[in-house]
């Protein structure tokens, strides 16, 4: 059974930095692709970055492209979302996914709050 476990959510002043991890174990992660969404209050989940496990290929929401950048440790099957220039509209729970064309994993979510 895949597991994903987000942390390293926290309050940060606008214009800081936050990085998060992602924690993925109970699978083979060589074919996923490794996604971070976010959900801010009222709003739908919402792409953020995805990452391909085996080949490093990435792909972001243009709301973050040049400020967050997503990457991964396949020795510790962890995938990291560093966030700089942080903005209020970053406000939101931030999930880890894992996906395959089977099926999609989903961490608990991890809160982050922009203060401005």
């Known amino acids: 059974q895949v597991q994903l476990v987000e942390s390293g959510g926290g309050l940060v002043q606008a214009g800081g930095s936050l990085r998060l991890s992602c924690q993925a174990s109970?699978?083979?992660?060589?074919?996923?692709?490794m996604g971070w969404f976010r959900q801010a209050p009222g709003k739908d989940r919402a792409f953020v970055a995805a990452?391909?496990?085996?080949?490093?290929?990435?792909n972001y929401a243009d709301t973050v492209k040049g400020r967050f950048t997503i990457s991964r440790d396949s020795a510790k099957n962890t995938v990291y979302l560093q966030m700089t220039s942080l903005k209020p509209e970053d406000t939101a729970v931030y999930y880890c996914?894992?996906?395959?064309?089977?099926?999609?994993?989903w961490g608990q979510g991890t809160q982050v709050t922009v203060s401005s």
């Open positions: 996914n894992a996906a395959t064309t089977k099926r999609d994993y």
């Open positions: 109970g699978g083979t992660f060589g074919t996923y692709i």
């Open positions: 990452i391909t496990w085996n080949g490093g290929t990435t």
